[in-house]
């Protein structure tokens, strides 16, 4: 059909070579006679040599001239652009401007405007915040628009993306991806790089049926850019359950994809990485492919867990589409005399109840996972003060897809029973009842999210800890979460799915999906949520992680083994390796080598990434302003 047959040098040879695209945007291709003679933008040849120590930076001898530059804007139909951060109309000099500048502070704590920006990600500290917004004390005062990529190509067609990889590779430039922004660990930028804006790729199709070996149903075609919102809408106008992101605005198949990606459904129907059954790629060479578990396997294996930004550019994919499934929640609250602010709606214990009742939630968690639920709860605290002694507050929430509202009110009740029983009065709880999780919450466009500096840590708690709630496993762990907020100071939440190898099914189970996820029941996230901001100092910023490791270590104690969730977790996550990837490192690590033998996705905590360094990174301090150098 549209493509020419191309066979990968290193891996077997495959049989069935089926051309395939999803969306008009993909039609749009690089032709080898676009790049005839110009070596700028010609495809990279497998297998290739080690380069450079370092990438090339604006300002070396060697950075592409204005005049190439704009040579390879023209190969892209005027697709690159250069401008500022927004924040930077706040500073003297050539941009500023009081009303952009306005208009930039009151944004940037929404998603819906960081999103709609290709430079500027949440969690500016993860950049070593280079371009601050003005705060109270202007410790950083400064805005160094160095520190964000250069040029940005804004995608909409399959060939602006082999340009800019094919580009950047040629001239030893780094590479970032930007989707949404939402990654909380600074893998969608970098200092001195050609950003790729994936975030235009939208487009979707319902497949009433779709057949590949081993899959036989309804399926979507989904471009790479729709975010939950916009999955929300198609469910809905499709009358499909698809798996979603949380959360508006997060992308459903760029980081959230390929890091896993759990949704209300996981403990149902397996993490957003299971749902794939075919994707699309732009790979390191600059070609593009499709990948599925006939072709090119070993790419459709890696991109489905094995990290984001990692392994190449996703353009659309094919996913499984289920059945629609109704959607009941049942919320909660409890907390101490003292939790500070509102503390009208809460019902009132002692801190020795307070703890038993979280307890008694987490030991609800196998059978609410069982029944294809899954749990939601965050635990804040305030600070004792010279009247009063630490206060505690325990939100929670049950998910549950395809239960009628009876049925999962009395599925609540022994839960009730056992917080009645401690005291904690919480009466006749009324659950609410969805005919669609789109009916539960679709919003056009958004609402959107909240963008801040808090700097995390993750953890996967093991299904078997929780299988006997009398025994020293729970009790450790139960322990261990206290300690953290209680001695720690810190505020804890956990998500509870359990996206076994049986939910997963096919061909999620033959993924890269980090195996600690398949044996988890629980994934807790602990914030510092006061260490990072725009206003802190270096020596903040490292006492502040080292301290948050610290606590964080009650819980690796608690779960000896286990990993924690590349998504959600640390950018120096200790053993990234064992712990983000688990057994499937060696595999990824010889895929990253042949397929991208050049290192030109790199993303903090990626495959392979410990063999990089971005100049200027400290331990507790991490950049990605600065020149990106291997090790
Ligand atoms: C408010 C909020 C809610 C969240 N809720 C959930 C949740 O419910 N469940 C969950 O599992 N996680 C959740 N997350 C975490 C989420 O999985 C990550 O933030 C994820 O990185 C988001 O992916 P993105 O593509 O939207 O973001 P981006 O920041 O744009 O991208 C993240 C990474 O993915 C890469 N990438 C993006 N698109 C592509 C592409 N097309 N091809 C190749 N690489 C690409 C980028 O290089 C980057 O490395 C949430 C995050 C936030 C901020
Ligand atoms: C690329 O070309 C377009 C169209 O001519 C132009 O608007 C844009 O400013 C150019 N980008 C850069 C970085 O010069
Ligand atoms: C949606 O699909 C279900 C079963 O697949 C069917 O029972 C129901 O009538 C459909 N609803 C609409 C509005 O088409
Ligand atoms: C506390 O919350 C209740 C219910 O949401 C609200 O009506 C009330 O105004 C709040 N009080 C304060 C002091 O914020
Ligand atoms: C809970 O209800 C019982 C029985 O009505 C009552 O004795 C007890 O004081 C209540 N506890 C709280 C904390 O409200
Ligand atoms: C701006 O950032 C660049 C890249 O990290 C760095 O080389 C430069 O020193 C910074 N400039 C200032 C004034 O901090």
Redesign the pocket.
């Known amino acids: 059909m549209l493509f020419s047959l191309r066979s990968f040098c290193c891996l077997a040879i495959v049989a069935h070579l089926a051309s395939a695209y999803n969306f008009p945007y993909e039609v749009i291709q690089l032709k080898d006679s676009d790049v005839t003679g110009n070596p700028d933008i010609a495809f990279g040849q497998l297998p290739s040599g080690i380069q450079a120590k370092c990438k090339t930076f604006p300002g070396d001898s060697n950075w592409p001239s204005e005049k190439r530059w704009a040579a390879f804007n023209t190969s892209l139909g005027g697709a690159l652009t250069q401008n500022p951060p927004p924040v930077a109309t706040c500073y003297e000099g050539p941009f500023q401007d009081a009303a952009k500048c306005d208009a930039a502070i009151k944004g940037s704590s929404s ?1 819906l405007f960081a ?1 709609e920006n290709p430079l500027i ?3 500016m500290w993860t950049l070593g915040n280079p371009c601050p917004i003005p705060a109270a004390n202007n410790v950083n005062k400064f805005c160094n628009i160095s520190s964000f990529p250069v040029y940005v190509v804004d995608a909409t067609t399959v060939k602006h993306i082999q340009l800019a990889i094919n580009f950047a590779r040629n001239n030893n430039i780094r590479l ?10 600074g ?3 970098g200092g001195g790089a050609l950003q ?1 804006w ?2 235009h ?1 939208k487009a979707f199709e319902y497949l009433t049926t779709f057949q590949i070996a081993g899959y036989d149903g309804k399926a979507a075609r989904v471009g ?2 729709l ?2 919102y916009d999955l929300l809408g198609y469910m809905d106008a499709s009358n499909v359950t698809l798996l ?4 508006s ?16 459904a ?1 403990s149902k129907f397996g ?2 990485a299971d749902q794939v059954i075919a994707v699309e ?1 732009v790979t390191a060479d600059g070609r593009f492919v499709h990948a599925d578990l006939k072709e090119n396997e070993d790419l459709f294996w890696a ?1 489905r867990g094995g ?9 659309s994919a094919v996913v499984k589409a289920h059945d629609p499934v109704s959607f009941a929640t049942w919320s909660f609250n409890f907390g101490t005399e003292i939790v500070g602010g509102n503390t009208t709606t809460s019902i009132q214990v002692s801190t020795d109840v307070f703890w038993k009742g979280v307890s008694a939630y987490f030991s609800h968690l196998v059978r609410i996972n069982d029944a294809n639920g899954i749990g939601w709860n965050s635990i804040g605290t305030t600070a004792p003060t010279s009247f009063n002694p630490r206060g505690f507050s325990f939100t929670g929430q049950v998910m549950m897809p395809a239960m009628a509202s009876d049925e999962f009110r009395n599925f609540m009740a022994p839960m009730v029973t056992d917080l009645n029983d401690l005291g904690i009065n919480i009466t006749n709880p009324v659950p609410k009842w969805f005919e669609s999780f789109p009916k539960s919450q679709y919003r056009a466009k958004g609402p959107g ?3 801040g500096n808090i700097r995390m840590v993750s953890r996967l708690w093991p299904r078997s800890i929780f299988e006997d709630t009398s025994s020293q496993k729970f009790t450790t762990a139960m322990a261990a979460i206290r300690s953290f907020v209680e001695d720690g100071g810190y505020s804890f939440h956990s ?1 509870d799915y359990h996206p076994s190898n049986k939910v997963a099914g096919f061909p999620g189970t033959h993924s890269a999906v980090n195996p600690h996820l398949r044996t988890a029941i629980m994934h807790s996230t602990g914030f510092d949520t006061v260490s990072h901001g725009p206003d802190s100092t270096d020596e903040q910023q490292i006492a502040g992680h080292m301290r948050l490791r610290q606590y964080a270590q009650k819980w690796i104690d608690a779960t000896p083994g286990s990993g924690s ?1 590349m ?2 977790g640390d950018t120096e996550e200790p053993e990234f390796q064992k712990r983000l990837y688990g057994s499937n490192y060696e595999r990824l690590y010889e895929i990253k080598k042949n397929r991208d033998p050049w290192g030109l ?1 790199y ?1 903090v905590t ?1 495959v392979a990434s410990d063999e990089w360094v971005v100049e200027g990174s400290r331990d507790g301090l991490p950049t990605q302003q600065g020149r990106l150098c291997r090790v």
Request: proline letters at 4%; glycine letters at 18%; hydrophobic letters at 35%.
């Open positions: 998603s999103k990600p949440f969690q970032t991806i930007k989707n949404t922004g939402h990654d909380f660990v893998r969608n930028t790729v994936v975030h790729l790479a850019a975010e939950q979603t992101p949380g959360s605005t997060v992308g459903a198949y760029g980081g959230f994809m390929q890091g896993g990606g759990f949704g209300y996981t993490l957003m790629v991109i990290g984001p930004g990692n392994f190449g550019i996703v353009t999210e909240n963008v998500v969730y998504n959600e996705f993303v990626g």
